[in-house]
């Protein structure tokens, strides 16, 4: 199975101030197609997960334009700019190369 | 609304079988496929499987496969996930998600791609003696 390691685990933050979240990958997710296989998520507490971005760098409908990801074959990173309080949560991203998919172990924001 | 509505938490004994359900409503619910995850308490998130409500076609994680089984009803555009023996183990909040289009691949020998663009509420699976 592909694994993902999450950097930071836990991840104080400020609100106004930016903050970045890193995904690492045993295996390159980038397919023959172009695509990197990657997408991360949002479990605000007490919630269920809500997408993100897809496909490394695509915002889901809805996603504020503060929210953005980057990168390409295995180092993937969500960055938020101006933190709001409402984005406290944890992080996920998830890989979907293979049928089996993955997660990362998830990184907790908090003011 | 496009919503995925979920089942009611269920308490159960060790042994016991169970059926939990996930319908899809505001959307072509045969399109996408269903995918359900895992999360234990206090723990992060753990894929469990796949199924295509069209056909049934179901991919599971090797970590569950044989423990539990997806089924899907197309004529009440509902998905399931069922065990025939639960554990204490078992105790987790279950979601079911859809799969999004763009860059999905479906062969033989995996399907590939399709983020989860839309989650249930999740169905609390209490297992204790």
């Known amino acids: 199975d592909i694994v993902l390691t999450q950097s930071p685990l836990s991840l104080p933050v400020t609100p106004g101030q930016s903050a970045s979240i890193s995904c690492r990958s045993s295996q390159s997710l980038l397919h023959a197609n172009e695509y990197n296989y990657v997408d991360w998520y949002l479990q605000k507490p007490g919630q269920s997960p809500q997408l993100l971005i897809y496909l490394a760098s695509n915002r889901a409908a809805g996603v504020p334009d503060r929210f953005s990801g980057s990168g390409s074959g295995t180092e993937f990173t969500l960055k938020i700019s101006r933190v709001e309080a409402e984005d406290v949560g944890v992080y996920y991203c998830?890989?979907?190369?293979?049928?089996?998919?993955?997660f990362g172990q998830g990184t907790k924001v908090e003011i | 609304e496009v919503r995925l509505v979920q089942s009611g938490a269920e308490v159960k004994a060790p042994g016991e079988s169970l059926k939990i359900s996930c319908e899809g409503s505001g959307y072509g619910f045969i399109n996408h496929w269903i995918a359900w995850v895992r999360q234990m308490p206090g723990k992060g998130l753990e894929w469990m499987g796949i199924i295509s409500p069209i056909n049934s076609d179901t991919r599971y994680s090797p970590s569950f496969a044989g423990l539990v089984t997806l089924s899907a009803d197309r004529s009440t555009n509902t998905a399931y996930l069922q065990w025939t023996s639960l554990k204490a183990s078992d105790t987790a909040v279950y979601y079911c998600?859809?799969?999004?289009?763009?860059?999905?691949?479906?062969?033989?020998?995996?399907?590939?791609?399709?983020?989860?663009?839309?989650w249930g509420r999740g169905t609390l699976v209490i297992v204790s003696s």
């Open positions: 998830m890989q979907s190369l293979q049928t089996s998919r993955t």
């Open positions: 998600a859809r799969l999004g289009f763009e860059g999905l691949i479906v062969l033989p020998t995996g399907v590939f791609g399709g983020y989860f663009d839309l």
